[in-house]
């Protein structure tokens, strides 16, 4: 009898490679690889990667660095590197890094199985075409129902807006929607094996189905997911502020099961850095948005992503992005140095700031966040929320969940509680969670 091989998947980057190490979990099944959480015992080692900024492709060859080691002696270790970093640098990587057995790229997920066995033969394989839009979809790879109380569902990849600073369209191509009766099938087998909450997976969720004349938009999707029986809840990521459509918005007002949190990324505040970055709005076109989306569900808590540093970003423009802050009041953000990438326009601009400059504007805006998010948590001290329990605390004793604006909440109660909707008193704050008891 075959022993079941070991695989471990080292995951860099966003919510979408995230989904993607499942799918290479599922994936390699067949092939008797089970998950382990050490690579030291692995005999298939992945490297699902990103390179949207310079420093998580820095930390990928320190880790195959680090890695090199278990490759020596009699055991026979397998080396794979996915995603995006194998999409950019393709075959390169293999001469790059000579103790590398397999690079695949983003289109090149329902080919790991065979390129697994490949590696297993002593070849060297490696694929990084990308697919036409049709290819794409019949050949989309998902994931088998496994259980769990939250799930994600990717529902398109790619990306066509080509803002000057971001790689993702090079490394993950042009915009692809999935066929909505695919994505609900997989929601339904979802909900059969526990799952009571999805988030609806995309580079840009907002153009869903516009270049599929037979699909619904994005705001249609919705209304279709809130229709599967055994969801409770419904989130989505990530949102580009100029598709944001008004009947999305709405969304918001009038599905119950659609979670009162959006990440709508600014990257600026200033109309002149944003039209750099060709963002495609303008600072008080955002703010309109946001107006309308607290105005469609009163409470609603925004998270974005912010980059500092942009090349000819001047302090009145850097100040201009603490303002919006203020005045949108996010719950959470991720902010960045600038960081230059191949392929793309802003790579060729010029910059006068120093590093120095740079982290120290790094070090206000995240300063003026941490206050703001203490702040708005602080200001649900007192509030019975809606918490979707998740598991066990890693504060011991303690379950743990989210509420509906996606705020992290411990609580102690019995682990029966575990997938389901918990009505929880906040009774203590702090930077990065919530602390509860049940009611």
Not at 47 to 55: G, V
Not at 153 to 169: A, K, L, R, W
Not at 224 to 241: N, Y
């Amino acid at each position: 009898m075959n022993h079941a091989k070991k695989l471990y998947i080292e995951t860099f980057g966003c919510q979408m490679n995230v989904n993607d190490s499942e799918t290479m979990f599922a994936l390699l099944k067949d092939l008797e690889y089970e998950p382990t959480d050490s690579p030291s015992g692995a005999d298939l080692i992945i490297l699902n990667t990103c390179c949207i900024r310079a420093k998580a492709e820095q930390k990928v060859y320190s880790e195959l660095g680090r890695l090199k080691g278990l490759k020596r002696g009699d055991r026979r270790v397998l080396l794979g590197v996915g995603g995006c970093i194998a999409q950019q640098e393709g075959e390169k990587l293999l001469k790059r890094v000579p103790y590398l057995d397999l690079v695949f790229g983003t289109h090149s997920l329902h080919l790991l199985p065979e390129m697994v066995r490949a590696a297993e033969q002593g070849e060297r394989p490696s694929q990084t075409d990308f697919l036409d839009p049709e290819t794409r979809l019949d050949l989309f790879p998902r994931k088998e129902a496994e259980g769990g109380v939250t799930r994600f569902v990717t529902v398109m990849q790619g990306c066509d807006n080509f803002c000057s600073y971001c790689i993702v369209p090079y490394v993950r191509g042009r915009e692809v929607s999935r066929r909505s009766g695919d994505i609900l099938r997989e929601i339904r087998e979802m909900t059969s094996t526990g799952v009571r909450e999805v988030t609806l997976l995309g580079q840009n969720v907002n153009s869903y189905g516009l270049k599929s004349p037979d699909e619904p938009d994005f705001a249609g999707l919705l209304r279709m997911v809130a229709g599967v029986d055994g969801i409770e809840r419904i989130r989505f990521t990530t949102s580009h502020p100029k598709d944001i459509s008004p009947s999305l918005i709405a969304c918001f007002a009038e599905l119950d099961k659609l979670c009162g949190h959006i990440h709508l990324p600014a990257q600026s505040g200033s109309d002149r850095i944003l039209a750099r970055m060709n963002r495609g709005y303008s600072w008080r076109e955002y703010l309109e948005k946001i107006a309308a989306l607290k105005q469609a569900r009163p409470g609603i808590q925004i998270t974005g992503d912010m980059i500092v540093g942009f090349p000819g970003e001047s302090e009145e423009d850097f100040l201009q992005t603490l303002s919006l802050m203020e005045e949108v009041g996010y719950a959470d953000l991720f902010s960045f140095i600038f960081s230059a990438r191949p392929e793309t326009a802003a790579a060729s601009l010029s910059d006068s700031l120093t590093r120095r400059e740079k982290q120290e504007r790094l070090d206000r805006l995240q300063r003026l966040q941490r206050g703001m998010t203490l702040e708005r948590n602080r200001s649900l001290v007192g509030s019975i929320q809606q918490v979707l329990v998740e598991g066990t605390s890693r504060q011991g004793g303690q379950l743990f969940g989210r509420t509906g604006g996606n705020r992290v909440v411990n609580f102690p109660a019995d682990p029966s509680l575990i997938g389901t909707m918990a009505a929880v008193r906040i009774v203590d704050a702090f930077p990065n969670s919530l602390l509860g008891e049940p009611q």
